[in-house]
């Protein structure tokens, strides 16, 4: 008898997870194995509360898998949720709903914190004797997931991010007053976005001229001698910031007392920018400004880059022939083979190499200035933005896919 | 004997202005009685300070110019210089470069400061009985200019806001919680830039359900009561709101203390959007969070739309003809003939009827409740964020026009 699949996205948005959610529908529907494929509303959470809606009637059209696949942030919804360490009584209940679901096939498409909830539920059915394949799809624009050569999502917000900031530069340049521009871009821990922003350099004017990665402490006299010397020869200057800089002693530069931590205990960050900002004007009286590029590094599905969800697809596509072929407990991976040409191929890891692992630029990629990053890592992001996506639009302006919330009941339940 | 044309960028930048230089040049170009072209270096402040590019020889491919008018920002560069009230022997310099550079056409793409600029001008050479004929081509992302039905650089500053609030209601929709997401927009004085964030309406769930223009007082605790009754039915409300809210005894909802004034006398504002997310946090305790779409709103020229980039070129354009034909103290104009099929014509109006004037949001285009537009401004706004543009790029990232800074002497003084 076929098996059901269940898939759900967790975690932050990115521009590429519906790309991904596309995928595995897409295999899910070509596999002869898997019945009919439930989506979780709102991730695990919103799984255990019953909002799970039929994907095999709802993604009908080769069209809609098109439009899904470039609509931004995560057409299933999302959760902070986060499964206790076993024993629970939450496991049992998801053993009962699956149960009632028929689900043979449990695909979660999310970052770090997501592959935990995938990792528990494999060993779980595992200790219960069960047949249930649970698979991750990796996604994250923080590109700091293990075992990848790079994350699902981190291309698109790479392109988005290095398209801002030439237009940053090239609106910062048009007076003939000296003006330092600071960018603050994405990235708790792991420097990665920020980096993207050298990819940005040969359009205008050198910008951005400096480049600040958490991975390296960050020294605000030093920052300020910097600048003042680059000052002497460049009317303007553009410095990208990452959001995570610390000082010396590991404290943020800056925090927002309003925001609590999350649900997973992560400090919220605001202001490294408007900090910089304050600091420049107080020791040098120039024209200074921070922009902090924001929810759109994700989000900016219209400049999603077409290597990016191509990836994310595939890696969709794969983890549904992953399960289907017996593997439980992985997530699907993506090596890369050579940059020129651009060649990757696709596997899977054991989640015990992921889950709650982060991975940082290395310290080879980082100038030896610290403000800077090298070729090695213009090389590695440069195919990463490439490509045009098909746009869904009417009338000049985006038109996203919505999936409806017609939250179906388990077919036991239904009569 | 032919004449020279002098043509200068002012004002604060838009993604049409480097268009309407296009269109200028392309023009002036074919226009028989136009010799060289020169391009003023940051406006009349550059010119009198020497800085002066010769176009004719900078922009001699077809390709050259199609590339120019998709680069954002000003190529030209800007000033935010005012002209002194006559008499002052700045005149009198301007008249000495004039001659010595030969120009007897002088065209300044701008906003209303800018006119300032074209009308001083103007009446000079007509006081000193010279043949000098000034035109002024509009250009502002606010939509503010009297005389227009539009202002070049607002349609592709709608689109971006229209697409960015999309984009951001699809991020802030993932968590099944209660949320509220405050979207500050650019706009003084006139909400033309917020009221279009109206476009994304249709895309995501309602969104903007608020929309709070700087025509109306704006008043907190209505506000609060308005959001509370809307919370009752909908989980996630996005609120476009304006940076130059007041409140109704006039003063800004939120002023930056750090920003003084800038040369014309505006006093410099930021945070209305995090005034009010605080205010929203603190009085409902949910999830809220402001996000400022920030100088992407006149820089994202990857979503120019193809009609504002189009209209800006032809007032370039219209503006050469009109100083051909004899005319001066003017500004082209453009009129709306119909919505259905969207038709404008191109005129000019006397600079006296736009000089320092603004044009707000009609009352009877917001709605009674004060908090939303109404379906006329909606049929304005269409066929503004209409039309793909090509865009230069390489590797996925947009390719910038640099005018070089080859500055040139005048003719007579190059001996």
Redesign the interface.
């Given at each position: 008898m076929d098996r059901n699949l269940l898939v759900g996205?967790s975690g932050g948005?990115t521009a590429a997870i519906n790309s991904s959610l596309a995928g595995v529908v897409r295999a899910a529907m070509a596999h002869p194995d898997i019945g009919r494929i439930y989506g979780a509303?709102?991730g695990m959470?919103?799984f255990l509360q019953g909002?799970v809606v039929d994907l095999t009637a709802v993604l009908r059209e080769a069209e809609d898998l098109e439009r899904l696949r470039a609509?931004?942030?995560?057409a299933l919804?999302?959760?902070?949720y986060k499964l206790p360490a076993p024993p629970a009584p939450v496991y049992e209940r998801i053993r009962r709903l699956f149960h009632a679901f028929g689900i043979g096939y449990f695909l979660y498409i999310g970052g770090n914190d997501s592959m935990d909830t995938v990792q528990k539920l494999s060993a779980y059915f595992a200790s219960v004797g069960e047949d249930v394949r649970c698979v991750g799809v990796p996604k994250t624009i923080d590109n700091d997931l293990p075992c990848l050569d790079h994350s699902p999502g981190f291309g698109s917000a790479a392109?988005f991010i290095?398209?801002?900031v030439?237009?940053?530069a090239?609106?910062?340049?048009?007076?003939?007053v000296p003006s330092v521009t600071i960018v603050e871009i994405m990235g708790r821990n792991a420097g990665w976005l920020t980096a993207s922003s050298v990819?940005?350099r040969r359009?205008?004017?050198g910008a951005p001229q400096l480049i600040y990665l958490p991975e390296v402490p960050f020294d605000p006299e030093k920052f300020l001698g910097t600048l003042e010397t680059m000052s002497r020869t460049q009317e303007h200057l553009v410095v990208a910031v990452s959001e995570g800089l610390r000082l010396e002693d590991g404290r943020y530069l800056a925090e927002n007392p309003?925001a609590a931590a999350d649900s997973f205990g992560h400090s919220a960050l605001a202001g490294a920018g408007k900090y910089l900002e304050?600091l420049v004007?107080d020791r040098f009286g120039c024209k200074v400004?921070a922009?902090?590029l924001?929810?759109?590094q994700?989000?900016?599905?219209?400049?999603a880059?077409a290597?990016d969800l191509d990836e994310a697809g595939r890696l969709g596509e794969c983890a549904v022939q992953a399960a289907g072929a017996g593997r439980t407990g992985v997530m699907t991976t993506l090596r890369r083979l050579s940059d020129h040409p651009y060649l990757v191929d696709y596997s899977w890891a054991p989640l015990e190499q992921v889950a709650n692992r982060e991975r940082k630029v290395p310290t080879e990629w980082i100038a030896p200035s610290g403000c800077d990053v090298t070729r090695a890592m213009v090389d590695y992001l440069?195919p990463l933005?490439?490509?045009?996506v098909e746009r869904f639009q009417s009338?000049?302006?985006?038109?996203?896919f919505?999936i409806p919330r017609d939250y179906v009941k388990a077919p036991g339940t239904e009569k």
């Open positions: 996205q948005p509303c709102n959470e919103g909002r609509t931004p942030a995560m919804g999302s959760c902070r392109r290095a398209t801002a030439t237009e940053i090239c609106d910062s340049a048009v007076y003939h990819l940005a359009a205008c004017g309003h304050g004007r400004r922009v902090e924001n929810v759109l994700r989000a900016a599905a219209h400049l880059s290597a440069c933005v490439r490509g045009e009338g000049g302006l985006p038109v996203p919505i």
